[in-house]
Structure formats: structure tokens, C-alpha cells
């Protein structure tokens, strides 16, 4: 690691920490508040990827990768209402998303990083989140996948009801995720604002 990577280490951190934390609030009836600043930590990938190159930006996951698995442990051992604020299976699932999501990322915005300015960061993460979500949710709630920890009790995101309220029947966790996604997809397209004033200053400083 460099001093030069250090802003990147630090703000892809902050994004995991903070997500870790506001993942325990509500903000509506599908959704939390870390769902709005955990898609962050695609933004500093890219930021990273496109000034530093593929290799800095596979540091920086790494580190959040870290973090990330620190939150958990600690999350772990933190009892709520209803047992431990991160279950296994839930802390399982987070870090399976993230670091595949993450450096699916690296790699596509790798591939097209020759093209136009705003294809790279918007297709990889577009992609990447996609991925992410998939993931995350399947594996922390599906029924199919209750093998990973047995004794995690998920029968409350099995609960069929209308997708979002009002769509077709389906289990409460698909409700969960799609939303999510969407939120996602909705600052995949918000970040590209954020990303080419970022790499424009930092490229100019390099």
C-alpha cells in the first residue's frame, strides 16, 4: 500500500463501517438506510480503478473485504431484541457479495476502460451490483440455502406477500432485494456525476 491509495482505503472504510451501522435502521417498509451508502463503495472502486489502475482498486476491496468481515465479527457478538445483530449466515452472505460483487467490478470497468468515459463505471456497476444483490440476498435468506447455518431462523423473509405491495405474490426477502436493487441501480447512474468530477481532479494531480 501507498500513501497515494490512502484516500481511497479510507473512504471505502468509512462507506463499510457506516453501512454495517445503518443497516439496523428501517427507512421504510422494504428498505434500510445502509442500502443508500453502501452502493458508495462502487464509486471508490471505480474512482480507484480509473485513476490508479485495476491493481489499486483490488487493494482497496481487499481492505473493505477486511473491515467489512471486522463488522461482522463485532456484529456478531452484539445482541438485539431478537438475537445477534449479524447472524452467520447474514455475515456469510455479505462478504461472499461483496468480494465477488466488488472485483467483478475491477475486472469489467478493467475491460472497457478504453472506451467512453462513462460506459466503464456505469456497466460495471450496473453488473457488479446486480451481482451483489443476487448474492446477498439468496444467500441470506433463501430458503433453498438454509444448509449455510441451519439454526439462523429466516421464516419471516419467506412470507409470501405482494412484490413491493402491490406486485405479484412472492417471498417477503425477493420484495427486499428488489428494492434494494433498485436503490442501487438508481446511484449507479447518480455516482457518474461524482466520478467524472473525482477523476478529472485527480487525474489533473497525478
Known amino acids: 500500500m501507498t500513501r497515494t491509495y490512502l484516500p481511497g482505503i479510507l473512504a471505502m472504510a468509512i462507506i463499510v463501517v457506516a453501512s454495517n451501522i445503518l443497516v439496523q ?12 451508502t453502501y452502493p458508495l463503495a462502487f464509486l471508490v472502486t471505480d474512482v480507484m ?14 481492505v ?18 431478537f438475537g445477534p445483530l449479524v447472524t452467520l449466515r447474514i455475515a456469510v452472505a455479505s462478504g461472499i457479495a461483496f468480494l465477488v460483487a466488488q472485483l467483478l467490478d475491477v ?3 478493467a475491460a472497457l476502460r478504453g472506451g467512453t468515459w462513462w460506459r466503464a463505471p456505469l456497466a460495471s456497476t450496473l453488473i457488479g451490483s446486480t451481482v451483489d444483490t443476487a448474492l446477498f440476498f439468496s444467500i441470506a435468506f433463501s430458503g433453498s440455502l438454509s444448509f449455510i447455518h441451519p ?3 429466516v421464516s419471516w423473509a419467506a412470507e409470501t406477500l405482494p412484490l413491493l405491495g402491490s406486485g405479484p405474490i412472492a417471498p417477503l426477502w425477493v420484495s427486499l432485494a428488489v428494492a434494494d436493487w433498485a436503490v442501487k441501480l438508481s446511484l449507479a447512474l447518480i455516482a457518474l456525476i461524482p466520478f467524472r468530477m473525482i477523476t478529472a481532479r485527480l487525474t489533473r494531480a497525478t
Open 107 to 109: 475486472a469489467i470497468f
Open 151 to 153: 439454526a439462523t431462523d
Open 64 to 81: 473493505g473485504f477486511v473491515v467489512g468481515l471486522i463488522c461482522s465479527l463485532i456484529g456478531t457478538q452484539i445482541m438485539g431484541e
Open 49 to 62: 480503478n480509473r485513476v490508479y489502475g485495476a491493481s489499486a482498486a483490488r487493494r482497496v476491496v481487499l
Open 25 to 36: 435502521f428501517l427507512y421504510g417498509d422494504w428498505l434500510t438506510w445502509g442500502a443508500f
